[in-house]
């Protein structure tokens, strides 16, 4: 292919030139990549392997969900820190290929997830009468390996559709990492089509992950406001709110990225919105599904070998 014969690297262009910007970027991806690391690994993983109390739909999902931001994260932290420290900027392109396709999978497998997540919010709630027969552990399997599916399917065909294209405008990426939109800057006039597919594809599972969760909330916020006891609805929002507004930076920013047209020059809101959609999620996850779940701290004290007292036992919902 052209494309292949005439371009063998890329150049990331994300930040700025100067060596003290350098250090400051290698430094703070360190330490939110360090943070991801052990919230996922420590809080989630860990505590729900050692204990089979955590063997429910719930904690199974929490593991798929962590999974899947360790290797997003994964896969543009670490190369960007290594460009900073080493104060290169350059990626070939074979690995800009593999970038490309294993965020987008992580990244719309995510999605997915997320959506499964609110769909068991969603049963636990309005449907707690049937949520053993609805969310047994096969149905549960089935659910987190279509997300992803779903997500793997949609990232060979947006990885396949972008670099079948010609580049003939250079091999500098205004970005920390290799993201679409900024790919297909470099494509030639004639890519209407391709850049036009490209969207489409990416904006379709998002869409209708963002409309079922908008159709699950509606139906759980209006459960949740027939509750008669004022405690109980502050609990019950006080759980779903936080997932709301993750999801909410992760479509939204993601989405301005990639409907943005990509004859608009550079910016540094180019820059804030993929390190939103990117880092934020992956960070809040584990704090928000497993730091506010009593059970899942009480299991890290143990841990680690501490005692973790707990004020009372009241019924809460199984999230």
Known sequence: MSNQTAITEFLLLGFSDVWEMYILHFVLFLVIYLATL??????????????HHFHTPMHFFLMNLSILDLSSISVTIPKSMINSL???????????????????????????????????????I?????????????????MAASAWISGLLNSAMLTGNTFAISFCK?????????????????????????????????????????????????QIF?????????????????????????????????????????SS?????????????????PVMNPIIYSMRNKEIKATLWKIMGLRLISKNKMPTFPL
């Not at 052990?38 to 204990?51: H, K, P, R």
């Not at 070939?92 to 959506?115: E, I, K, N, P, R």
């Not at 020059?265 to 999620?281: N, R």
Request: some cysteine.
């Open 38 to 51: 052990m919230w996922n690994f420590l809080i989630i993983i860990t505590a729900v392997t050692l204990d």
């Open 86 to 124: 080493m104060n290169t900027r350059l990626i070939s392109y074979s690995g800009c290929v593999a970038q490309v396709f294993l965020f987008m999978f992580f990244g719309l497998a995510d999605v997915a997830l997320l959506t499964v997540m609110v769909y068991y919010q969603y049963v636990a």
């Open 126 to 142: 309005c449907q707690p009468l049937h949520y053993d027969t609805i969310m047994n552990m096969r149905a549960c399997v089935q």
């Open 170 to 218: 250079g091999n500098m990426v205004d970005q920390f990492f290799c993201e679409i939109p900024q790919i297909l800057k470099l494509s030639c006039s004639d890519s209407y089509l391709s850049e036009t597919v490209t969207i489409a594809l990416s904006s379709c599972l998002v869409f209708s992950c963002f409309v079922l969760i908008i159709m699950s909330y509606v």
């Open 222 to 262: 209006k459960m949740v406001l027939r509750i008669p006891s004022e405690q109980g609805r502050h609990r019950a929002f006080s759980t779903c709110l936080p997932h709301l507004i993750v999801v909410s930076l992760f479509i939204f920013p993601g989405t301005i990225a990639y409907l943005k047209s990509t």
């Open 265 to 281: 020059s550079a910016s540094i809101l180019d820059l804030v919105v993929a390190v939103i959609y990117t880092l934020v999620p």
